[in-house]
């Protein structure tokens, strides 16, 4: 494909997009890019954890691959530096972070890197595959880090 071409088709597709999928475009905010930035990346946590516990529990059936595959992810996403999205003077605009977190971030921070060392294990036994138990548990650990941040530090409502 010519240059020109592929230029017009990936404006197309970008076009059509943003007149597809407001919803999507709305995520992100460019007056408020690190509550963005953290959002999505809290989002994109909850869609590889969430089937993970649905399999724990039983609401879909088990699959030692997929749960893998969620591992895997998680693990890839702990590696970005989601403290950015914490920088001083983000604790304004459309957000349920609670100023806590400014005030406590070394604590904050340990909490961050409880969950990083929740997911590392957790993407260890879920690739072994077989001990569903050892991964249930795992996948225990990681909400348990998920919540004991969640309590202190995230607001169940938009703040301002
Ligand atoms: C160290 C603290 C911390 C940990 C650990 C943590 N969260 Fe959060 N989470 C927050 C804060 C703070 C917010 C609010 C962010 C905001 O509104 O700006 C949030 C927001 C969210 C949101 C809402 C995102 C949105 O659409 O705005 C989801 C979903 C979420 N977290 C899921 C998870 C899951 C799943 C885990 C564990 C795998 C997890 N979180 C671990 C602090 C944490």
């Known amino acids: 494909m010519q240059r020109s ?3 017009t088709l990936l ?12 919803l999507a475009v709305s995520h992100y905010d460019d007056k408020e890019p690190a509550q963005s930035y953290r959002q999505s990346w809290f989002a994109m946590m909850a869609a590889n954890f ?3 516990a649905a399999m724990v529990k039983g609401d879909i059936p088990w699959q030692e691959d997929q749960m893998a595959s969620y591992a895997d992810q998680l693990a890839a996403l702990v590696t970005l530096d989601v403290m950015r999205g914490f920088a001083d003077g983000t604790d304004k605009g459309t957000t349920r972070a609670k100023p806590e977190i400014w005030e406590n971030k070394a604590d904050f921070e340990a909490k961050m890197n409880d969950l990083t060392k929740a997911v590392d294990a957790l993407q260890t036994v879920a690739n072994q595959g077989t001990d569903r138990k050892a991964i249930a548990a795992g996948v225990g650990a990681t909400g348990k880090a998920c919540k004991a941040c969640h309590d202190d530090y995230k607001s169940k409502e938009y703040l301002y």
Do not use: D, E, K, T
């Open 5 to 7: 071409q592929r230029n």
């Open 11 to 22: 404006a197309i597709i970008v076009l059509s997009g943003l007149v597809l999928s407001p």
């Open 50 to 52: 969430g089937p993970m």
